[in-house]
Structures are given as structure tokens and as C-alpha cells.
């Protein structure tokens, strides 16, 4: 079997590219029809959230922006399946899910534009800090799941009183130490995680065969834990394979690898040309499967939703645009000297000498002792 | 002699060793068709095959891993770290393993492989892509370290890592790839282990590397119209440092001052600082002076032109070296 193209045998899919329920032995999405709106929103406003973001990345209003442009349904799907007390990891490209866990999503431009290092509400949100070194995250969110285990957050027979971890990665992240590490001890300790592999097909250049000859989530398996694939451009199949994985891991089931099949439709990030490295049909085929327009087709058909409400729909999300610019734009560079007291608990003397000595070399230049020098450092 | 730019030379010199060593393996992410994030192995791999041009899984520590089992089959391993920042996963294998076979063995078993690491700041980038690690490489045992600043040095120090027999960190200064200059492919290179005084000047020796050297040169420019003689030392090997070629500038000078993007802490700069003391105790007018980043991890790109040394960083430190 090739491990670049989807095999429908194995790919949980409730909902096709056509827009048209099917049934799977196994899975099956309840919602109703507002619920799969409230989807086709959470989506939509998730992808004009990343257009808006790599316009103004063109702009140079941010220095780099990792889009997730194919991607919303794996991310819609799987954070709307989360309990209240479940938390997120995430990797770097995970703004839907983000924007469904209520964080401001000015805060997601900070770390792009260069003026902090993501600074949101990773607890309050439970949208945790991004992570830019592939796979490192999955070991933290092990490590908090084993911890949730431990304050007696896993068994208790509801979402309310029970709690698990998502891990989002990508395929490309499947081949680091850390990941394979965290497959162990999320096995070894029956942790509560759900490891949640966005495979878009490619990790910048290349392709999925590089990383693995069988299918991601058939992985799992010999690390001892269940592992599905699911049609990541479904988001009622996601949604149901997601909300089960969850459901068995706050039950105290332990680990599930999910692996969402989808596409990256963008380049990697505004960085990349993947015209050097990938055909263009390949993304004319992924066109057509793409997450949002089954959904409008589905709801279409069966009459859940008019052209009054894609019109509205299309106006909350170009209001959250132009939100979001005018906020990006009013993002300020910190101040280096206050982050001099960001580096440890327990400031040292060495380094409160060395902030002093940024201090007066600056002010230096402001009693005009340079005069010509002063706009570069204040630049 | 070809103008180029430092990375288009670095190109040229990978070219060239694969072009005369058969055994010369190339392997990294992303380096084949995309020719790297930063297209140094462009075309490489359309014209030497993927065998010997060879896009690695997403695992540094198994890169290098399997560049330390290469190598002992003769293979010349020259593998690609992408950024400064994603050399950790290979940490391991690059302190535990390939630093220490040669030692171990008794000197039988040989490891030349080259890890390529674009590193330091400078290029507005988002956090762990403005690294600049040399001191932990520098500080072990059995590793050669250094940094070309020119396209000149780049395309000859790649030729001359590769062709070494010890396990060498290459590290480009990734905000110079652009900046051009002339090669000249014919000229019989300085050796691999050395340092170059690259401006003469009486007053104070400059003693930096990789991409502070141009930051020197045009710190010692400006001085020069306040009537300030700089001399300016390319250091070029980290690891063995060239004490000698120091020695004999801040001998004539009296004054030093270490340049480098690393924090300061435990930086090169503390090395240099202590051999100068040590050989030219009677010479010196001034304590050695340091300009480094801050200690603090690399703050976000907004402020990265605050942390990094500049010209007006280096002439103050030349002001006060003065003032002794
Ligand atoms: C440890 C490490 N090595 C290399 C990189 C450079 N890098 C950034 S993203 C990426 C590809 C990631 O691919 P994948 O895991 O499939 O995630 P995707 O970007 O497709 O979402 C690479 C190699 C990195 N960030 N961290
Ligand atoms: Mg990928």
C-alpha cells in the first residue's frame, strides 16, 4: 500500500467531498444541523483569520506566517470534540483550533510579527504555548496527561470531572525521537493523550514516503495503542474520531494515535516556494476535496442554511479581518530592558548588573552623547 | 576570480569536494530538490543523484547518527542542521558519539563529518532560527569548530572541513549568505586552523568571526574618520583557536575587544579574554572588553537589533578600552 494516497478502506469519512452523508460501521457523527453550522463557521472564520495573516505577512507587518490554509477541518473537528477541562498542545499551525478555544487571535500574530514569543493565555485557554521545534510538544503533553492521571482527573465517568490532552504534530514530525518517545511513555503510563497527527502530505519538501512506508496511524500499533485514520477534510468524521479518542482517554483507556489525512493547500510557510518541489495537479485534486465546500453543500441540501446565512457568514469573517489588521498593526515591539527580569524565578545579581549596563548604554544615547546614533537605537 | 555571493560559494565548494571525493555524501532536510531552506545544495542534487544528495526523515539526531555510521564505512558525511536552533536533537550524538570515537579508539577510528549549521541573528526570523551555539561545540573535546565570513573563506573552509579527518561544526553566518564578493578558485587557501588579520590598525585589535567581522570592519571605517586605527582579526577557527595570530595583534595593539552575537556568559570571548591574559599580560593597556549578546535567551525579531552587537556597540567598547 502506498503510504501517500488514501486508502478509503481505512479512512473514517462521515461526509464526502460531494457534500453527501455516508455511514461508517464504526463511527457516527450526532449533531444536528446547527452544530455542523456552527462548524462551518468555526472554518470559515479560521481561514479568513489565515488570509488576512499571510496578507499581511506580503505587507511586512509580520516576518513569517505558517498557514492553514486545507487544514480546518482537522482543526475544527478535533477542538470541538474537547471537554472543558481537556488542554491542548499544540505545534505552530493550529490557529483554528485556537481561535475555537477562545484565544484572541491578535495574540497568535505577536510570535510572527517579532514582538513576543506567543503570549497568550496558554492556561486560561488551555491552548497551550506553540512549539516550533518539531515533536518537542508531545513529551509535554505526555508528561501533562501522566500528571492529570495522577491528580485523579481520569475515570470518574464525565467530561466534567475528567480531563485529557490533545498533542497536535505533523507527519513530517513523526520521525523525531521525541515523538517516538512520547508514543512510549504515553503506552508505558496508560496516559490520558490523544496524539493528533495533521498529515498534510508534506514536511516542507517532502513528501510523506520520506518519513514512512505505512500508514501514520498504523504506528500506533506497535507502540501498543490504537491508531486511526480519518479524512481530515471531514470535519463530522473528525469531530466523531476525535470526541471517541477523547472519551476513551478520560475513561483511562490511555493513548490514541489519530492521524487526520489532509493537504497542505499553501506553501509551508510565506518562506516557501513549493512550486520547486510539488506538481500543481496534486493540488487541483485536494481542491476538490476541499473541508469547507462540502459543508456548504451539505447544508445546501438540506436546507439548514440560505444564502442570507453564507452572506452573513462571509461578513462576520471579513469584520474579524479587519479587526484583527487593525489590532496586528497596533502590536508594539517590548521593551528589551523589562525582559532582562524574564529569564529566571529568581533573578540573579549578574544579570540585574548586566540590565543596568543596557540601561545606561541606552540612555547614553538619549542625553544626546551620539547624537547621530540614536535613531539606531531606538529604532 | 568570480564574484558570488557567500552562499552561492558555499554551493560552488560543496560542488567541488563532490566533484573530487566519490566518497563525499551530502544529507539534510530538505536539501534536495528545494536545494535547502536556504538553496546553499541547490542543484546538487540534480546533478550528483539522490544517493550522495540525500533528503533526510525530519530527525537530527538521526542525521548525524547515521553520518557517524556512514563515516565508518569511508563515507565523508557533510550533513545539514537547517537552523541553529534544531541542532539539539543531535546534541547527543554530536558530544557522546561523534566527538569522542577518535579518543576512544585510540585514534583508529576515524569520523569526517562535516554538520553544516547556518546560525546567528540578524534576519528578523521567529524564535530558535538566531542561534549561535559555537561555545558548546567549541567547549568538547574531539569537535573542530569554525566559520567562514567571506565568500572567499566560504568556498575554500567547506572544501578543507570536508577534506579534514576530524569531526568538524561548520557554521554560516546566515545573514551574509547574500553579501558578495570575490573567489578566487585558483589561490592556495590559508589554512583551515587559522585566523586573519583582516584590517591592520595600531590602536585596538577587533577580534570577531562569522557575521560580526563585517560589523568590525565597519565599526574600524567609521572609527577611522575619528582618527582611530582598528585592526580588525577575522578569527576563522573557533576550535582550535589561532592563539598565536591573536597574541601577535594585541601584542602590537595592547587593547582587545572580543565581538560575537553568543551571550556573553561562558562565550568565546571568555576564552579569548583568558589566553590574551595569559601571553600578553605586559602588553595590555585596557582589560579585555566584550561585546556579546545579552544574556538572556534570543529575544523576539523587534528587539533583536538592541541585542546584537553593532557598529555603536563596538565603538563604545572601543571608547572605553581607550579611556584605560
Ligand atoms: C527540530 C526541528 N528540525 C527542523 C525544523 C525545521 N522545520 C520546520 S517545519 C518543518 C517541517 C514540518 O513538517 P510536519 O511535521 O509535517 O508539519 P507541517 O509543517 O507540515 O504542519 C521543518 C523541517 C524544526 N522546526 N524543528
Ligand atoms: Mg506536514
Redesign the pocket.
Known amino acids: 500500500m502506498s503510504p501517500t494516497t488514501a486508502d478509503e478502506t481505512d479512512l473514517v469519512q462521515l461526509l464526502t467531498p460531494e457534500g453527501e452523508r455516508v455511514q461508517h460501521p464504526d463511527y457516527q457523527f450526532d449533531g444536528d444541523d446547527a452544530e455542523i453550522a456552527g462548524y462551518l463557521r468555526d472554518m470559515v472564520l479560521g481561514r479568513r483569520l489565515d488570509t488576512e495573516a499571510t496578507a499581511l505577512q506580503r505587507q511586512g507587518e509580520l516576518g513569517l506566517w505558517?498557514s492553514l490554509l486545507g487544514q480546518e477541518a482537522a482543526q475544527v473537528g478535533s477542538a470541538r470534540a474537547l471537554g472543558p477541562n481537556d488542554v491542548v498542545f499544540p505545534?505552530?499551525?493550529e490557529h483554528a483550533v485556537a481561535l475555537c478555544m477562545g484565544v484572541d487571535p491578535v495574540d497568535l500574530l505577536g510570535l510572527f510579527r517579532g514582538v513576543d514569543l506567543g503570549d497568550w493565555d496558554a492556561e486560561g485557554t488551555r491552548f497551550r504555548n506553540y512549539t516550533?521545534?518539531?515533536?518537542?510538544q508531545t513529551l509535554h503533553a505526555t508528561g501533562y496527561a501522566m500528571a492529570l492521571e495522577r491528580d485523579g482527573m481520569v475515570g470518574n465517568g464525565s467530561a466534567e470531572q475528567d480531563a485529557a490532552v490533545v498533542a497536535y504534530?505533523?507527519?513530517?514530525?513523526?520521525s523525531?525521537g521525541d515523538v517516538n518517545e512520547s508514543f512510549v511513555f504515553a503506552s508505558s503510563y496508560n496516559a490520558p493523550v490523544v496524539f493528533f497527527c495533521?498529515?498534510?502530505q508534506?514536511?516542507?519538501s517532502?513528501p510523506m514516503s520520506r518519513?514512512s512506508r505505512i500508514p501514520l496511524y498504523r504506528r500506533a500499533s506497535g507502540f501498543g495503542f490504537p491508531g486511526v485514520r480519518v479524512d481530515g477534510n471531514d470535519v463530522l468524521a473528525v469531530r466523531a474520531v476525535t470526541e471517541r479518542a477523547l472519551d476513551r482517554a478520560r475513561n483511562g483507556g490511555g493513548p490514541t494515535l489519530v492521524e487526520a489525512y489532509t493537504y497542505?493547500m499553501g506553501a509551508?510557510?510565506t518562506s516557501d516556494d513549493p512550486s520547486k518541489y510539488r506538481l500543481a495537479d496534486e493540488l487541483e485534486t485536494w481542491r476538490l476535496r476541499d473541508p469547507i465546500e462540502r459543508v456548504k453543500a451539505l447544508l445546501r441540501t438540506s436546507g439548514a442554511a440560505d444564502e442570507r446565512f453564507f452572506a452573513d457568514l462571509a461578513q462576520e469573517a471579513d469584520d474579524l479581518a479587519a479587526d484583527l489588521r487593525r489590532r496586528c498593526l497596533q502590536l508594539q515591539a517590548p521593551d528589551l530592558h523589562a525582559m532582562f527580569a524574564d529569564v529566571y524565578a529568581e533573578q540573579t545579581d549578574y544579570l540585574t548588573a548586566q540590565q543596568q549596563t543596557f540601561r545606561e548604554y541606552v540612555d547614553s544615547f538619549e542625553t544626546g552623547a551620539d547624537q547621530q546614533s540614536t535613531t539606531e537605537v531606538s529604532r | 576570480m568570480t564574484r558570488m555571493t557567500l552562499g552561492k560559494a558555499l554551493n560552488a565548494g560543496l560542488r567541488r569536494a563532490l566533484e573530487a571525493d566519490p566518497k563525499v555524501l551530502l544529507a539534510g532536510?530538505?536539501i534536495g530538490k528545494l536545494g535547502g531552506?536556504f538553496r546553499i545544495t541547490e542543484g546538487l542534487q540534480k546533478d550528483f543523484g539522490e544517493h550522495r544528495v540525500i533528503d533526510s526523515p525530519?530527525a537530527?539526531s538521526g542525521i548525524v547518527g547515521t553520518a557517524v555510521g556512514m563515516a565508518m564505512r569511508g563515507y565523508r558525511p557533510v550533513v545539514e542542521i537547517?537552523?541553529d536552533?534544531?541542532v539539539?536533537?543531535a546534541y547527543d550524538q554530536i558530544v557522546t558519539q561523534l566527538a569522542k570515537f577518535h579518543f576512544r579508539t585510540r585514534g583508529r577510528q576515524r569520523l569526517p563529518v562535516v554538520i553544516r549549521i547556518p546560525y546567528a541573528g540578524g534576519i528578523g526570523a521567529i524564535e530558535?532560527h538566531s542561534e549561535s551555539p559555537e561555545a558548546y561545540f567549541a567547549h568538547t573535546p574531539g569537535l573542530k569548530v569554525v566559520t567562514c565570513a567571506t565568500p572567499h573563506d566560504a568556498y575554500w573552509m567547506i572544501q578543507q572541513a570536508i577534506a579534514s579527518d576530524d569531526p568538524v561544526v561548520f557554521l554560516e553566518p546566515k545573514r551574509r549568505y547574500h553579501d558578495k564578493g570575490e573567489v578566487d578558485e585558483s589561490a592556495s587557501p590559508l589554512p583551515l586552523h587559522q585566523a586573519q588579520v583582516v584590517r591592520p590598525g595600531r590602536d585596538v585589535t577587533l577580534l570577531a568571526y562569522g557575521p560580526m567581522v563585517r560589523t568590525c570592519l565597519d565599526a574600524a571605517a567609521a572609527a577611522e574618520e575619528e582618527g582611530r586605527d582598528l585592526e580588525v582579526v577575522d578569527l576563522r577557527t573557533l576550535s582550535p583557536l589561532d592563539t598565536a595570530t591573536v597574541v601577535a595583534s594585541v601584542q602590537r595593539t595592547g587593547r582587545a575587544v572580543v565581538v560575537h552575537e553568543a551571550q556573553q556568559n561562558l562565550g568565546l570571548g571568555a576564552e579569548l579574554a583568558a589566553r590574551i591574559s595569559e601571553h600578553c599580560f605586559y602588553n595590555l593597556e585596557a582589560p579585555v572588553l566584550r561585546v556579546a549578546g545579552y544574556d538572556m535567551p534570543y529575544p523576539p525579531s523587534r528587539v533583536e537589533h538592541q541585542y546584537l552587537p553593532d557598529l555603536d556597540r563596538v565603538l563604545d567598547a572601543v571608547d572605553r578600552s581607550m579611556a584605560y
Open positions: 505558517a505545534s505552530y499551525r516550533l521545534v518539531i515533536g518537542s504534530f505533523g507527519d513530517g514530525a513523526t523525531q495533521q498529515n498534510n508534506w514536511a516542507i517532502e518519513q497542505r509551508h510557510t | 532536510e530538505d531552506v525530519l537530527e537547517q537552523f536552533g534544531f539539539y536533537p530558535h
